[in-house]
């Protein structure tokens, strides 16, 4: 059985040659992946490398060679041919079918939804993902969101540069003449650096216009900002082939992608097998929690070669665009929000009496909410993980108690610690804490 120690250990020897691999003839990525035996994966895991075409060892160079093992981690050379971005282009073959399950989505949709067709007015046509809010700005805005190369004309160019900043639904291609959304932001590739994401946000023009509901995979209740995992299964529904599924075959992957205009690297990418065609770039990766069944965004798509799908985890164009996504029943418009559980126990000890007050911060989907600020007064915890506070040796009397984070609105309301007889002027009537006090963060709504 392979431990967490097993994947690290393989990790490190992964970075330590990733770069003197990726110089030898062939090779387009390097990851830590499962061994494939027979033309199948099996359980064990040592170092990939996708090479274009296998070549016979005695027509490489000594320097082109590849080991069999480094540091007793076993090498794995797998032919993959090459990867390029996964937007639409003109003579590629979809080899997986369009399994809509009665959609179309090639066509125009009433909101923008994820799933279906989208692109800037000069290239062909890619996929619409979640739908965003920008933080740090003065007020909420809406976006849509897919990959720098469906929303830009060049994603190697500057904003200044680009040669339309107009995002059409349906892309082009599919006969789009309507502009949704026009380009706000996005991550310039280069290509004489590693690149994180391929990504990029678009202003709706209409705020209402969107959706959070993906067809066929259902409502996305949370954002998955775990690691990636070897063996995770990944769903995503695509302009090109609909909805598919696969698992993930390699983590932390350095590979080289074409795109029209150049070739760029990118680090910490995840591969599975293959689950896309040209024309589902922009797709959402979605996972699946196993202790309530709920989806989650955690990858997008972005490209690929015909048996292999390359994904990057949104986290970086979340920390990168300065996004989030808007979930199911999350929207700015509904009153929808963050509960604030509160509890209390009475400290031990002599003196003034003092209490401990406790609690989970979670959404109103049943997540919990990380690095949420709770105040009793003065006393301020911040909360975990797992959305836990504890705030120790709060004397009796009246509070304000709150919790807040940014980009949401503060709701708060005066209580009563302990037996203190006090008066309190508040169109809230005081709580006193001989029960739990339920409280809001409403959610956006500024």
Same mark, same amino acid.
């Given at each position: 059985?392979?431990?967490?120690?097993?994947?690290?250990?393989?990790?490190?020897?992964?970075?330590?040659?990733?770069?003197?691999?990726?110089?030898?003839?062939?090779?387009?990525?390097?990851?830590?992946?499962?061994?494939?035996?027979?033309?199948?994966?099996?359980?064990?895991?040592?170092?990939?490398?996708?090479?274009?075409?296998?070549?016979?060892?005695?027509?490489?160079?000594?320097?082109?060679?590849?080991?069999?093992?480094?540091?007793?981690?076993?090498?794995?050379?797998?032919?993959?041919?090459?990867?390029?971005?996964?937007?639409?282009?003109?003579?590629?073959?979809?080899?997986?079918?369009?399994?809509?399950?009665?959609?179309?989505?090639?066509?125009?949709?009433?909101?923008?939804?994820?799933?279906?067709?989208?692109?800037?007015?000069?290239?062909?046509?890619?996929?619409?993902?979640?739908?965003?809010?920008?933080?740090?700005?003065?007020?909420?805005?809406?976006?849509?969101?897919?990959?720098?190369?469906?929303?830009?004309?060049?994603?190697?160019?500057?904003?200044?540069?680009?040669?339309?900043?107009?995002?059409?639904?349906?892309?082009?291609?599919?006969?789009?003449?309507?502009?949704?959304?026009?380009?706000?932001?996005?991550?310039?590739?280069?290509?004489?650096?590693?690149?994180?994401?391929?990504?990029?946000?678009?202003?709706?023009?209409?705020?209402?216009?969107?959706?959070?509901?993906?067809?066929?995979?259902?409502?996305?209740?949370?954002?998955? @900002?775990? !690691?990636?995992?070897? /063996?995770?299964?990944?769903?995503? %529904?695509?302009?090109?082939? #609909?909805? =598919?599924?696969?698992?993930?075959?390699?983590?932390?992957?350095?590979?080289?992608?074409?795109?029209?205009?150049?070739?760029?690297?990118?680090?910490?990418?995840?591969?599975?097998?293959?689950?896309?065609?040209?024309?589902?770039?922009?797709?959402?990766?979605?996972?699946?929690?196993?202790?309530?069944?709920?989806?989650?965004?955690?990858?997008?798509?972005?490209?690929?070669?015909?048996?292999?799908?390359?994904?990057?985890?949104?986290?970086?164009?979340?920390?990168?665009?300065?996004?989030?996504?808007?979930?199911?029943?999350?929207?700015?418009?509904?009153?929808?929000?963050?509960?604030?559980?509160?509890?209390? @126990?009475? !400290?031990?000890?002599? /003196?003034?009496?003092?209490?401990? %007050?406790?609690?989970?911060? #979670?959404? =109103?989907?049943?997540?919990?909410?990380?690095?949420?600020?709770?105040?009793?007064?003065?006393?301020?915890?911040?909360?975990?993980?797992?959305?836990?506070?504890?705030?120790?040796?709060?004397?009796?009397?009246?509070?304000?108690?709150?919790?807040?984070?940014?980009?949401?609105?503060?709701?708060?309301?005066?209580?009563?610690?302990?037996?203190?007889?006090?008066?309190?002027?508040?169109?809230?009537?005081?709580?006193?804490?001989?029960?739990?006090?339920?409280?809001?963060?409403?959610?956006?709504?500024?």
């Amino acid at each position: 059985m392979t431990t967490i120690n097993d994947v690290n250990r393989v990790l490190a020897t992964q970075m330590k040659y990733e770069k003197d691999l990726l110089k030898r003839a062939n090779v387009q990525s390097v990851g830590v992946g499962y061994i494939m035996k027979g033309g199948k994966y099996t359980e064990e895991i040592g170092i990939t490398v996708n090479v274009s075409k296998k070549s016979e060892i005695n027509a490489l160079g000594i320097p082109d060679r590849l080991p069999t093992e480094l540091d007793g981690i076993r090498v794995d050379v797998i032919e993959k041919g090459f990867f390029v971005d996964e937007s639409l282009q003109h003579g590629t073959e979809n080899l997986l079918g369009y399994n809509a399950q009665g959609h179309d989505f090639k066509s125009e949709v009433g909101k923008m939804t994820p799933g279906y067709s989208q692109g800037n007015k000069t290239i062909t046509a890619g996929t619409t993902g979640y739908p965003a809010r920008r933080t740090g700005t003065e007020e909420c805005i809406i976006l849509t969101t897919s990959n720098a190369h469906v929303q830009c004309s060049d994603p190697s160019l500057t904003m200044s540069e680009q040669a339309s900043l107009e995002i059409y639904q349906p892309g082009k291609h599919d006969g789009g003449n309507n502009v949704r959304a026009d380009l706000t932001c996005f991550e310039q590739i280069y290509s004489d650096k590693r690149n994180k994401c391929d990504s990029a946000a678009s202003t709706l023009r209409d705020q209402t216009d969107y959706t959070t509901v993906i067809p066929i995979i259902g409502a996305i209740t949370y954002v998955d @900002e775990s !690691d990636p995992v070897l /063996g995770e299964i990944i769903e995503k %529904v695509g302009r090109t082939t #609909g909805y =598919t599924k696969a698992r993930a075959v390699q983590i932390n992957v350095v590979v080289k992608v074409g795109y029209a205009t150049l070739k760029a690297p990118f680090e910490r990418c995840i591969i599975t097998e293959n689950m896309s065609a040209g024309g589902d770039s922009g797709s959402m990766g979605i996972v699946t929690r196993d202790i309530d069944k709920a989806k989650g965004y955690k990858y997008r798509l972005f490209a690929g070669s015909p048996n292999a799908t390359i994904y990057f985890h949104i986290r970086e164009e979340m920390s990168d665009l300065r996004i989030y996504p808007i979930l199911s029943g999350e929207e700015p418009d509904s009153e929808s929000g963050i509960e604030v559980n509160f509890e209390l @126990e009475a !400290d031990d000890g002599s /003196g003034t009496r003092t209490y401990t %007050v406790f609690g989970v911060v #979670g959404s =109103t989907a049943g997540n919990p909410v990380k690095d949420a600020l709770v105040s009793i007064g003065m006393y301020q915890d911040m909360t975990t993980v797992l959305g836990k506070y504890k705030i120790e040796k709060v004397p009796e009397g009246v509070y304000q108690a709150s919790a807040s984070k940014e980009n949401y609105e503060t709701d708060s309301k005066e209580v009563v610690i302990g037996d203190a007889e006090k008066t309190v002027e508040s169109e809230v009537e005081a709580d006193t804490y001989s029960k739990p006090f339920m409280g809001w963060l409403l959610d956006w709504d500024n």
